[in-house]
């Protein structure tokens, strides 16, 4: 199993507690003590493992495709009026990461980041809609040869770390990985108006292979 780079510093952690816990197990008097222990170290350290894996996906062809940032669940497919990059009448599709979805996120399209922004904010429920406009997030320009594309890492509840490794005036390829959100959270995906919506409200989709949009 792939694991991220952007999750070694806290697998160490984990797996530091995870001993600790295993160590107090094997001195401990009780045994319901003792495998509660191992059962909890094990736990933590699978979870941590799993929240971390960063699978190999396979990019569709088609560069007017416009691929899905993270792994999750469509929950909200609007009409916006988009007044921080687009600049006017736009289409959005919002995903909610549950932590059991792979949480590297990946380039929707090709292009160059024109706008970068990070945003401290709120930590409501990811799924709530104004979670987009409220909560901490990094929100990302992309100029494509077909038009722009805005999208954002929303923290949730749980998730309050973003991870972002971009910088204004870089070339971006479909698929790229630029970074995660930690545990639990959501990408609003920001286009115009005019582009074809390929999901419908309820999709599970997968990072770097779901087709959201087709460019017009």
């Known amino acids: 199993m792939s694991i991220t ?17 295993v160590v107090a197990g094997i001195y401990s008097p009780l045994v319901i003590i003792r495998y509660g222990l191992f059962v909890l170290a094990g736990f933590l350290l699978v979870f941590t493992l799993n929240f971390f894996r960063d699978p190999e996906r396979t990019i569709p062809a088609g560069e007017n495709n416009v691929i899905s940032p993270c792994d999750g669940k469509v929950i909200i497919i609007k009409e916006v009026e988009e007044d921080r990059y687009i600049k006017g009448k736009a289409r959005q599709i919002s995903v909610f990461m549950s932590p059991l979805n792979v949480h590297v996120n990946r380039i929707p399209v090709d292009g160059t980041v024109e706008y970068l ?14 979670a987009s406009t409220e909560n901490e997030r990094s ?17 949730g509840y749980v998730a309050r770390r973003i991870i972002f490794e971009l910088k204004e005036g870089q070339a971006v390829k479909r698929g790229d990985r630029f970074g995660m959100i ?21 999709d599970m989709i997968t990072a770097g292979e779901s087709i959201l949009f087709i460019c017009e």
């Open 117 to 130: 922004k990070y945003v401290p904010g709120k930590y409501l429920p990811a799924f709530e809609d104004k």
């Open 5 to 21: 780079k952007y999750g070694y510093g806290t697998i160490t952690v984990v797996a530091v507690i995870c001993l600790i816990l």
């Open 139 to 155: 929100e990302i320009g992309l100029q494509s040869k077909f038009g722009k594309v805005f999208f954002t890492q929303v923290a």
């Open 182 to 202: 930690r545990f639990g959270s959501r990408v609003d995906i920001i286009v115009p108006l005019s582009w074809k919506v390929q999901v419908k409200l309820g």
